[in-house]
């Protein structure tokens, strides 16, 4: 029950920051990243330049936000210099779960939000071959996978590290690996499925 009421705590001032709602304008707008410039799909149908692109794009640069977010805010205690009153006062495992659901949480309501903005401008360029089945699973696997696996690839790099820079080092290059070297593994490249 404590978790619980730690975890509505921290997903209300998670919502109540300005960085928060700047990352989940970013993930909306993020899915326009593949109609121009970004477009990992290699087939030339209506649903890979304009359902699948968008959707990688999007898991791709939403990741990378929200793991940059995560990191942000699993430091704000030990930037503001509290970590110890936090931890004499509050369970740091359960401080810690708390806080990753809460960022989990914040991530899902960002995805069901870019899916609710990008319905309308998806269905007007795919067409007559639309199809809601089709779209809703595009985007639940391409990004809304890699958005809860970019929190948690952050937050673990937090819990080992215990230090923001290191943590950014860290999820910077398994974020680079899984974008480049990696993209080829289907188990390795979460932040863009192959």
């Keep these: 029950m404590k978790i619980l009421r730690m975890f509505f705590l921290e997903l209300k001032r998670l919502l109540q920051s300005r960085l928060t709602w ?5 993930t909306v707008l993020s899915p326009a990243a593949g109609l121009t410039f970004f477009c990992p799909a290699t087939a030339s149908t209506m649903h890979s330049v304009y359902l699948a692109n968008p959707a990688m794009a999007g898991g791709a640069a939403a990741g990378i936000l929200f793991g940059l977010l ?3 805010e699993l430091d ?3 930037r503001s210099r509290m970590d110890m009153l936090m931890n004499a006062a509050v369970s740091p495992m359960s401080m810690a779960l708390a806080r990753l ?4 949480a914040a991530a899902a309501a960002a995805l069901a939000l870019t ?3 990008w319905l309308p401008v998806t269905w007007q360029l795919v067409g007559a071959v639309f199809s809601g089945t089709d779209y809703v699973l595009a985007y639940l696997l391409f990004m809304g ?5 970019a929190v948690l690839a952050a937050a673990s790099a ?14 910077a290059a398994f974020a680079g690996l899984s974008l480049t070297v990696w993209a080829g593994n289907w ?3 979460w932040l863009n499925p192959c």
Excluded: K
């Excluded at 700047?22 to 970013?26: H, K, N, R, S």
């Excluded at 659901?101 to 989990?104: N, R, S, V």
């Excluded at 996978?145 to 696996?149: F, G, N, V, W």
């Design 22 to 26: 700047l990352t989940v304008l970013l």
């Design 70 to 72: 995560s990191i942000y």
């Design 76 to 78: 704000r205690v030990s």
């Design 101 to 104: 659901m809460a960022l989990l």
């Design 115 to 117: 899916m609710l903005v």
């Design 145 to 149: 996978l890699a958005l809860p696996l």
């Design 158 to 171: 937090c819990q080992f590290t215990h230090r923001a820079d290191l943590s950014l080092v860290l999820f």
């Design 187 to 189: 188990q390795l490249c």
